[in-house]
């Protein structure tokens, strides 16, 4: 098993733990049902529909 030779330094360690951080936003589309906006490949949240079809009941 692999051992470090020297000790990693502080400064060393938080900078690469730095770059952990939430990605963009995700994208949304418009739903062309009703227009509201609803994530790509996915059924509309406020519909309940997905590719022209009703998949989702909506109260």
Sequence with gaps: MAVPKRRSSKC?????????????????NECPQCHESRRPHHACPTCGTYAGKEVLEVK
Excluded: Q, V, Y
Excluded at 12 to 28: I, M
């Design 12 to 28: 060393r360690t938080r900078s690469r733990k730095a770059n952990w951080k939430a990605t963009t936003a995700p994208t949304l």
